[in-house]
């Protein structure tokens, strides 16, 4: 946990820190002016620790001391395959947070080999410092503090670093980050709505908030249905950032169950255990609004957030209830686990119907079968616009949130579907007929005549790496938008 995290351009080489991580590729490790960061370690010294390092497929580090500072270089993997980024970010993540160590002051010198790569190696060392624990200090010790501050070296003569743009986005990850780790004991649904609350009030955007009750009065069925048996009631929150003589119209609806017990269609024993970050497309995507409205971006961007807990109780929805939706639609239930494409079918209705959207974004932690289709690091997506699914894979490269097309083809998925009672059921009949695509199907289902873009994040993968939040999803959105407004 960094108690302090300071992101700097301007070098105050030699680092001072008691500890200095010198993260790069092989070749940028030896050049002079990431080597200026410890004038006192000879070259041979040097040569010899870089001689020793081999960056394989995941990074690889040697240390050695300096008198009392600790220095470690980091070497990050010397080659990519095409759908991966060439910064590395998620070696530098896991490089940095395995050799950081708990306390002190430390420097982290990033060798970018451009200065474009930037905002993708600075999420990841923010992705590396959890800003959530409730560990107990040992008796009679206060918990040790620890300050990192981020240098950036580009090569000699390369365009200036978005300095700026780094600090946001890394804000917005560590937020995201934060809710994803945190328990449904303290990020309830009331939680949830006030830490929106405080990012509305940080970057002066507009907030809205339907609650409980008044979400089965104005017809959104699907959040109602999925949160009504919970003691804290669901809710829909929209902050909208519109910034006079803006271009586009944005929305991202995020999905924000904040635990998931699988409703009366149950969850295992082993099942259940980490669904506290089953709102990290939620998370995502409030901290992508912090971000990109706090670098005051020129777009009209929504954030349309959907909470509630998939709770059991007397009130609980019921496998055989219908639904009545804010799409107009009526879902038979079949499966109460299938219950975040329930809460996103009312959201993006809402932002097609409501905001007069042209472009809408749902991000969530929908299926598992989204880790079968494109594994732990990639998010499946899927989208009505040939254009943009190739934009946000580019974007998905640059930023280090990385992505993978899944089949859209909804000829194809409408028919799992089917009810004889109502419009829909919610889940697939034929489970082994593209799971995830079904999935993002059925929520664009709900969006009726829209004639706009859409696309469709399903990243349950990528939203955590060894248990703890990697706030995926701002990087991605603020590389995306506005740019591909």
């Known amino acids: 946990m960094a108690d302090k995290l300071e992101f700097v351009t301007k070098t105050t080489a030699p680092a001072t820190g008691d500890t200095c991580l010198l993260v790069g590729h092989k070749a940028r490790l030896a050049d002079k002016d990431v080597q200026a960061f410890v004038p006192s370690l000879d070259p041979a010294t040097w040569k010899a620790m870089l001689g020793r390092l081999s960056g394989g497929d995941h990074g690889d580090s040697t240390e050695t001391w300096v008198g009392t500072q600790r220095v470690v270089l980091l070497v990050l993997p010397e080659h990519r395959s095409r759908h991966n980024s060439s910064s590395h970010p998620h070696a530098i993540a896991k490089l940095v947070r395995a050799s950081a160590g708990k306390k002190g002051q430390i420097d982290v010198v990033l060798g970018l080999d451009c200065s474009e790569d930037a905002v993708a190696t600075g999420a990841a060392v ?103 048996a919970a003691v804290h009631p669901p809710s829909l929150v929209i902050l909208s950032h519109e910034p006079e003589g803006a271009k586009g ?16 269609s149950i969850k295992t024993k082993g099942g259940m255990p980490g669904m506290k970050s089953d709102m990290g497309g939620a998370a995502g995507v409030l901290g992508a609004f912090l971000a990109a409205a706090g670098m005051k971006v020129n777009a009209r961007i929504h954030a349309v957030l959907c909470l509630a807990e998939n709770s059991v109780g007397p009130d609980s929805t019921r496998p055989d209830d219908i639904l009545h939706m804010y799409s107009g639609k009526t879902v038979e239930v079949n499966n109460t686990d299938a219950e975040g494409r329930l809460v996103l079918a009312d959201g993006v209705a809402y932002a097609a119907k409501k905001l007069k959207a042209d472009t809408i974004v749902d991000m969530a932690t929908l299926t598992g079968a989204q880790l079968l289709a494109t594994g732990r690091r990639h998010a499946g997506i899927m989208t009505n616009d040939e254009d943009l699914e190739r934009a946000v894979c580019e974007a998905g490269r640059a930023s280090g949130d990385l992505a993978h097309p899944l089949p859209y083809c909804p000829e194809f998925f409408r028919s799992e579907f089917k009810s004889k009672v109502a419009d829909m059921k919610n889940s697939v009949k034929d489970r082994m007929n593209a799971q995830s695509s079904c999935a993002g199907q059925f929520i664009a289902e ?40």
Request: include cysteine; aromatic fraction near 8%.
């Open 249 to 264: 119209n944005i929305a991202w609806v995020g999905k924000g169950i904040v635990y998931d017990t699988g409703g009366l």
């Open 126 to 228: 923010a992705r590396a410092f959890s800003t959530y624990s409730r560990k107990t200090p040992k008796k009679g010790k206060k918990a040790p503090k620890l300050t990192v501050k981020v240098h950036f070296v580009a090569p000699e003569g390369d365009k200036k670093i978005a300095i700026s743009r780094v600090r946001h986005v890394a804000q917005g990850v560590r937020l995201a980050a934060r809710l994803c780790d945190m328990p449904a004991s303290e990020l309830h649904t009331d939680a949830f709505v006030q830490e929106a609350k405080e990012v509305a009030s940080a970057v002066g955007a507009k907030m809205k908030v339907i609650r409980g009750k008044d979400l089965d009065k104005k017809g959104f069925g699907g959040l109602w249905g999925v949160g009504r």
């Open 446 to 485: 709900h969006l009726g005549d829209f004639d706009g873009r859409w696309l469709h994040i399903d990243m349950a993968g990528p939203r955590e790496v060894s248990e703890r939040g990697t706030g995926y999803g701002v990087a991605l959105l603020t590389t995306l938008f506005p740019e591909n407004t």
